[in-house]
Structure formats: C-alpha cells, structure tokens
C-alpha cells in the first residue's frame, strides 16, 4: 500500500532535549511538508521541501530544523530552542508544489508531549 | 492577506440535518479550494476540492459554494450523520503553489444521534 508513514505515534522528551520526528512516503511524491496542530489553531506549516537536498521556512520554523537526503524520507527535529513544542505534528505529501492543483497526503501523525 | 479565516470553530448537528461551514479568504490570487476531513488522531484526507470558474460542486452528500465575488466558499454536508463528526479544515492556494496550502483554523463537528 502507498502512503506516509510517521513514528513514533507518542514522544514524551524532557524539556531541554531534542527530538526527531520520522516521516517516510512511497508515493514517490517530490513535494513534503511538516505542520504543527494545536486546538484552535488548525494547521501551521513548520517546513516544506520541494526535492531532495532542498527545504524552505515555512510560517513558524523557529526552534526545528529538517534534512531532506533521500527523496522518500523528511524527519523533523524539535530542538531545546522550541519553547513550547507540545503538539500534534503532521506530515504530508504531494507530486510537487508548483504548477497543478495538488493534493496533500497526510501521514497519521506524531503527538509530542513535553515533561 | 494569505489568511484563511473559517467558522464556526464548533458547531452541533442533530443526524439528518444539514452541517454548514463558511471560510473567508483575501487574496484574490488564490484559484483553488479543497476540504479536508480529520478524525480524531489521525491525520487531515481530502474530501472535495472547487476551483472558481465553478460555483458550486457536489460530491454525494458533500457541497462546497463558491462565492468569488465576496471571497466566500462553504461547505454543505446534507443529511448529516453521525460518522461525519470529525473537524473540517477548509483550506487555499494558487497554482503556482498547488501543493502549499493555507488552512483555516478548523470546524469541530459533532452529529447527534
């Protein structure tokens, strides 16, 4: 079966440590996104990459970084600097990011938990 | 400008009845306007998209209404039942960004039985 795939489903860190987010797709989709979700708040674009060896800020990147090495696989790091980094993060998908109409597909997310 | 603004932010519906949500957007470059339905822990899936040269699209018991002129799209679920409780995000973009999507804040709907 196509799709995306994150892990873990629960991260509980410590406040000060960093974290990596798993995000792997086998929909051979060029384009790949990382969102934060907080109730009420719907979904904020941390990242996005449009091919590999390529990423860009999206609206709120202060305290993650992302690496896109391998076209399949786009992890997120949650770094000590995020000074508030409970959520639900999502990863998505799609064939690119310019020049067509283009669904995103998201993964089943990751909720991290601070201590 | 690139905002996405959608109410309500909750909203109940006895089964059977018609769910309404509304989603305001300023910028008149945005060309294409999809829905997205997420249950509860588990990530947003497509549920119908509309491009403005249409004013309306309907995909069984799901409507999306564009009103270009007022910047306006809703969308409508007819007969609403309980299996359609779950949060709505509307959402927007241009062609030039097809995969970069600006979202609302979301719809928490819940469909008494």
């Known amino acids: 079966d196509g799709g995306i795939t994150q892990s873990p489903k629960y991260l509980f860190r410590k406040e000060g440590q960093n974290v990596t987010l798993s995000c792997e797709q086998n929909?051979?989709?060029?384009?790949m996104y990382w969102y934060r979700q907080d109730p009420g708040q719907g979904l904020r674009l941390i990242y996005y990459?449009?091919?590999?060896?390529?990423?860009q800020k999206g609206d709120i990147a202060e305290g993650y970084s992302v690496s896109r090495e391998k076209k399949e696989s786009f992890p997120l790091t949650v770094t000590s600097a995020q000074k508030n980094p409970t959520a639900f993060y999502l990863c998505?998908?799609?064939?690119?990011?310019?020049?067509?109409?283009?669904?995103?597909?998201f993964g089943p997310g990751t909720r991290l938990t601070v201590l | 400008q690139q905002q996405v603004k959608q109410s309500p932010q909750s909203l109940i519906v006895q089964k059977g009845g018609i769910s309404i949500i509304n989603c305001a957007y300023e910028n008149t470059a945005f060309d294409y306007f999809p829905w997205y339905q997420q249950f509860p822990g588990k990530g947003p899936a497509l549920l119908i998209a509309i491009r403005p040269d249409v004013s309306e699209k309907k995909e069984g018991r799901f409507t999306i209404s564009f009103n270009k002129s007022a910047k306006q799209f809703s969308l409508h679920i007819m007969d609403s039942q309980p299996g359609d409780s779950a949060t709505y995000f509307c959402a927007a973009s241009t062609y030039n960004q097809g995969g970069k999507l600006i979202f609302g804040q979301g719809t928490e709907l819940s469909v008494k039985p």
């Open positions: 998505a998908s799609s064939i690119r990011t310019s020049g067509s109409y283009n669904e995103q597909f």
């Open positions: 990459s449009q091919i590999v060896n390529d990423f």
């Open positions: 929909l051979n989709h060029d384009a």
